[in-house]
């Protein structure tokens, strides 16, 4: 049979984000795989630059529509660092707070969007109403649902009363029953099973070689988790499992997610009951004297890297991010050679890719013309010629 | 008059307009339960018309790289196919319209075209994604084609006839035939399922990993013909499965022939063929797609063996004797 290359995306009903992988088919098998990114880039590292700090909290935040929170938490993280700021306990407990309930939402949006992928709709409509449960809490401790505004730097912005705590305890306890559901159906559906296990394989080896990170990793039986290792806001207090399976497949992924649900509704017990009273905010100054500081969190989809270079101005020198998708990337080809075509969709879903989060650049690339680009000064001396050939300049 | 009355029949009732009905009010029922079952609110009842009606008015564009005949004739050849097979089904009466010997084998014939019809469409629009889809389509032809003939074949040979409203008669007058067909019946809805490339069989349209495959080129009018003809299909494929294995318009509870007794055994006939539609219902809202070799070793291992159990037990029995 002759080999098809078969595009899937940058637009397609699989993909949620355009990103674009050739795929190179030997009748329905995968041969091999090529993925372009950059298609999302948003230039916000750049746009930070031009904005103050507490700007930037808004603009940070938008780097995910998901896992917003993390992205949030790196950055004030880093400002506080370089400014020598401690928070007050009781801000510290919020946001671990906040960051545990976006990533509840966070993995029974990726239940529903994987069961989706194989065709499961019945699955997605069950997770994504449960998943309301978690935007109704969010909404009533922060006040939105997906953009929380909930950070500032030095603390949070707003505080929780008894009332909202005896609410997110309720929702706990929901929440806990629909996710027993979730793991009796998730290991015992026949048709589940049959596109879930032994699909995607990520051998140990390979991914700690290509460096992936979270869920992804610790389905093939590597316990990395930030909170555990390296310890922020106030995941040192709670206890709480780092959770893996030594399965690799996608069946592994699906496992690791749904158990951490039930760490996560634990965490957030324990925080309910800890909470200590005081302050939520200590001042900061506007200017953040020269200075540079790093720092990760575990997003929802795996670590979640931030460096920050101040220059003693209200506003930032350099920002990086790199979101876990990038990290995850790599993996994704060597998963997805030598399988179906049909598993094609699942095991990309598999790492709960975000790819507008992660663009951070646009390479220009003309097949056709390799190494032709036109700089900015070219074009316009270009353009003003165009307009001069034609007498229309005056 | 005669001939008035047979156009009456043939386009009005039980011909194409019902079955025009019939099959959007089929859509309606598939869409509206599925999105109950998936606590969804679900269309209101004359959605599926609504869709029918604005397809109708949308621009229909043939790509440039497409074969303009066989696009076009495709969704054709499939319509026409399944509303020819309908007439041969009794819906009202207990002798379908054009009855005769062997239009067991008729009917399920027609009912064959659509997803050869599908395959071409998918073929001939110049698409890579439909020609996937299409080559899908005839790779599990036979996966799901074999077993729901043998299947349905068992019940013919228990009555020792070829003809659907004997088999139908025959099952009113010997009710335990149903019960020794019931493995047939399943067997039948499964394969049925993959016919009509429904979940967990939608293989062929997969809408996460070839968007929709043959017919992700179509717009418009054809468009719109080639979904009336999947909607006929469910609702013609049902009631061959109703009259076939749970008697059809049977009983007939009504002594005196007439209007009276045509409405008994036409209300039988639409319970019978929209509980099938409603298993079929359950079956999708209860699982995920499976692959195309998975679709193959089912069919294979476990389907075409138990059709063949199924008929094994009808020759038997019927060599015996038949029923009691």
Not at chain 2, 151 to 165: K, T
Request: neutral net charge; aromatic residues 10%.
């Amino acid at each position: 049979m002759p080999r098809v290359r078969l595009p899937i995306g940058p637009q397609h009903p699989a993909l949620k984000e355009p990103e674009n992988f050739m795929i190179t088919l030997d009748g329905e098998q995968v041969v091999d795989v090529d993925i372009r990114i950059g298609y999302t880039h948003r230039g916000i590292e750049k746009l930070m630059e031009s904005r103050t700090y507490i700007q930037n909290l808004y603009l940070v935040e938008r780097i995910c529509g998901i896992c917003s929170y993390a992205h949030v938490v790196n950055f004030s993280q880093n400002v506080e660092e370089v400014l020598g700021l401690t928070i007050p306990p009781r801000a510290s407990y919020l946001r671990t707070l906040v960051l545990e309930l976006e990533r509840l939402h966070s993995h029974f949006l990726w239940l529903g969007v994987a069961g989706h992928e194989i065709g499961f709709d019945t699955l997605f409509m069950y997770t994504w109403e449960d998943r309301e449960v978690v935007q109704d809490l969010l909404e009533d401790i922060s006040g939105n649902r997906v953009n929380y505004a909930y950070n500032t730097i030095g603390g949070v912005r707003r505080d929780l009363g008894e009332e909202q705590k005896k609410r997110v305890l309720d929702g706990m306890d929901y929440l806990e029953k629909r996710a027993t559901f979730y793991k009796e159906v998730a290991v015992n559906e026949k048709t589940i099973l049959s596109r879930a296990e032994g699909v995607g394989i990520l051998k140990p080896e390979v991914g700690k070689r290509l460096a992936a990170v979270g869920p992804t990793i610790r389905a093939s039986g590597v316990a990395v988790d930030i909170r555990k290792e390296d310890p922020y806001a106030s995941y040192g207090d709670v206890s709480f499992d780092v959770i893996t399976t030594d399965s690799c497949d996608v069946l592994g992924r699906v496992v690791v997610r749904v158990l951490e649900i039930f760490e996560c509704i634990k965490i957030i017990r324990q925080l309910m009951e800890k909470l200590p009273a005081g302050d939520l905010v200590v001042k900061a100054p506007r200017k953040v004297p020269e200075g540079e500081a790093m720092s990760h969190t575990e997003a929802p989809r795996g670590e979640d890297f931030h460096y920050l270079h101040a220059n003693g101005t209200d506003k930032p020198d350099r920002y990086k991010v790199r979101t876990p998708t990038m990290a995850n990337l790599p993996a994704v080809v060597e998963m997805l050679k030598g399988t179906f075509l049909a598993d094609v969709p699942i095991i990309v879903a598999a790492i709960d890719p975000c790819m507008g989060c992660m663009d951070r650049v646009l390479l220009l690339k003309d097949e056709e013309k390799p190494g032709e680009r036109i700089s900015w000064d070219q074009l316009r001396v270009y353009a003003n010629t165009w307009y001069a050939n034609r007498g229309w300049l005056g | 008059m005669n001939s008035l009355l047979a156009v009456v029949y043939l386009l009005v009732f039980p011909g194409f307009l019902f079955l025009f009905v019939a099959s959007l009010f089929g859509q309606y029922l598939d869409r509206k339960l599925y999105a109950r079952i998936q606590r969804r609110v679900g269309p209101p009842l004359l959605q599926p018309f609504a869709d029918f009606v604005k397809l109708l008015a949308k621009e229909d564009v043939v790509p440039d790289y497409a074969d303009r005949v066989m696009f076009t004739a495709a969704p054709i050849f499939a319509l026409t196919a399944v509303f020819a097979a309908f007439l041969y089904l009794p819906v009202v009466a207990s002798v379908g319209l054009h009855s005769f010997q062997g239009d067991l084998i008729v009917v399920l014939y027609l009912l064959m075209i659509p997803t050869l019809a599908m395959f071409l469409g998918g073929w001939y629009s110049g698409n890579v994604f439909g020609v996937r889809g299409g080559m899908r389509v005839a790779s599990l032809l036979f996966s799901y084609e074999i077993p729901f003939f043998v299947a349905l074949l068992s019940p013919a040979v228990l009555a020792g006839s070829w003809r659907l409203s004997t088999i139908a008669g025959y099952e009113s007058g010997h009710p335990l035939a149903i019960i020794v067909s019931l493995l047939g019946f399943v067997i039948g809805i499964i394969a049925l399922q993959g016919k009509l490339e429904r979940l967990p069989f939608d293989i062929p349209e997969a809408e996460t990993e070839i968007v929709a495959g043959p017919l992700v080129e179509y717009s418009g009018r054809r468009y719109a013909l080639f979904r009336l003809a999947r909607d006929a299909e469910l609702f013609v494929g049902a009631g061959l499965l109703a009259v076939v294995f749970l008697g059809g318009p049977y009983p007939i509870l009504v002594s005196q022939p007439g209007v009276l007794a045509w409405v008994n055994g036409f209300v039988m006939f639409l319970l019978k063929t929209f509980f099938v539609i409603f298993l079929l219902i359950l079956m999708k809202s209860a699982v995920a797609r499976i692959r195309t070799d998975q679709m193959v070793s089912l069919a294979y291992k476990w389907l075409i063996p138990l059709a063949l159990v199924q008929i094994t037990l009808a020759v038997v029995l019927h060599s015996l004797g038949g029923l009691l």
